[in-house]
């Protein structure tokens, strides 16, 4: 590396790197503590579908996220900003951990409820703040650096919280392994407590013109575009198989008898292997053919790999079933994530990228924070095999929507593979 390249990461810089990590660790930890491992804990518990389906709701504070996010623009706290409502959120989050360890689902439902709502918002809020100091501490020329390091964190966290918080309950029960959590959340404060505070401008304090230019402005250029509430449209479809056939898969795994550490193992290093291999194709297609039409074949592909959970529902409980769906679902996913995200990257105009890219992505987030409340109730009333046949086809709706953008409205659906084009100095 020569002496230029290797200057950001010296002294100084290899702190910011470091905390940036700490951060993505801090920030992937809670995300299954109110999700995935979570409904598993209220599986065992005997928690009926219907009140486990509408756990998914308790993370709409992820999608609705940018509804309170200018606050964090507008006042001052000490020591700064950005590390002071940090010094704020992330102890509150480490409370609401400990009472979540403390809570029981069995005897007082509603108590274990409202701490991992509490986790929840907390954590959508920690988010928005790392966000706003990562674009302000790094440079642009570092902020891809800095995203990989927040990355590696992130996938770090959520193995822990995940695979690794549902085989420790198997040692030390479900509060202990949950305590366990909550201990590791501690990183965030003290990540705060090294990093160093921005040089940012001053707080808007325009009062009541705020949120009408940084919320409504972005949206009405947005709505402005020929073809925008299709595209709005498929953004909301999207994820709606998704949806539907993830919030269920805990209590899925638990009727099919598959223990502690089977699950652990598929949605571990399985899952993350898959995810990562995915990811990785899936934004190599995207170079090739743009965002737009790559989506349409990876999201056919994740729809076909749903089928997989009909062959695991008629598997009698072998592993070997599980850990073959875990693996090509997680990869489809990976696969259709990357084209995606880099289609709503290249919806966002210049002016508005922060602004409409959360917009557009609490919108692709919606339904699993509302619709897939009532996966629950769908899967007692149809069974396994019809649940997960009927989450197949949810996903069809989206795939239909793109190839009419794609016919009707060309130029806002290859905006993406334009943009990488120019960006890349490619002749289109």
């Not at 992130?154 to 305590?179: E, N, Q, V």
């Not at 001053?202 to 250029?221: C, I």
């Not at 953004?235 to 502690?260: C, D, Q, S, T, W």
């Not at 409340?373 to 095999?385: K, N, R």
Request: hydrophobic content about 60%.
């Amino acid at each position: 590396m020569s002496a230029a390249l290797a200057a950001p990461f010296r002294g100084a810089g290899r702190r910011r790197f470091a905390v940036m990590t700490a951060y993505g660790f801090a920030c992937g930890l809670p995300l299954p503590l109110s999700g995935f491992t979570l409904r598993q804990w209220l599986s065992e518990a005997g928690i009926s579908l219907g009140t486990i389906g509408l756990s998914a709701v308790i993370g709409l504070a992820y999608a609705l996220k940018f509804l309170w996010a200018p606050l964090f623009d507008r006042a001052l706290i000490p020591p700064g900003r950005r590390r002071g409502w940090l010094l704020i959120v992330q102890p509150l989050l480490v409370v609401a951990g400990v009472v979540l360890a403390l809570s029981d689902p069995l005897t007082r439902p509603l108590a274990t409820v409202a701490a991992a709502a509490s986790l929840a918002f907390f954590s959508a809020s920690q988010d928005i703040i790392v966000d706003a100091w990562r674009i302000e501490i790094f440079s642009p020329s570092l902020q891809g650096a800095a995203l990989a390091c927040y990355v590696w964190g992130y996938r770090l966290a959520l193995l822990i919280s995940g695979a690794l918080a549902i085989k420790l309950a198997d040692l030390w029960g479900w509060h202990g392994a949950l305590l366990a959590m909550a201990g590791l959340a501690l990183i965030g404060p003290l990540a705060t407590l090294l990093a160093p505070e921005p040089e940012a401008a001053a707080p808007d304090t325009a009062g009541k013109n705020v949120f009408a230019r940084l919320v409504l402005a972005p949206l009405r250029e947005f709505l402005s575009r020929e073809g925008a509430f299709t595209a709005l449209l498929f953004i909301a479809l999207f994820k709606l198989g998704e949806a539907l056939a993830g919030v269920m898969l805990a209590p899925f795994y638990h009727a099919l008898g598959f223990n502690r550490g089977a699950v652990a193992l598929a949605n571990g290093p399985i899952s993350l292997a898959a995810t990562l291999a995915g990811i990785s194709l899936g934004g190599w297609l995207v170079v090739r053919v743009g965002a737009a039409r790559a989506l349409i074949g990876t999201g056919f592909a994740q729809m076909a790999a749903m089928a997989m959970y009909l062959a695991l529902a008629v598997s009698a409980g072998a592993p070997r079933v599980l850990y073959a769906t875990t693996l090509t679902e997680a990869f489809a996913e990976g696969l259709a994530d990357a084209a995606f995200l880099a289609f709503l990257s290249g919806l966002c105009a210049r002016a508005y990228s922060a602004t409409q890219y959360a917009l557009l992505s609490s919108l692709a987030a919606l339904p699993l924070r509302t619709l897939g409340g009532a996966s629950g109730y769908l899967a007692a009333a149809l069974g396994w095999t019809r649940f997960y046949a009927l989450c197949m086809l949810a996903a069809l709706p989206a795939m239909l929507v793109m190839v009419f953008l794609l016919r009707r409205y060309p130029s806002l659906a290859l905006a993406s593979r334009e943009r990488r084009l120019a960006t890349a100095g490619v002749d289109g």
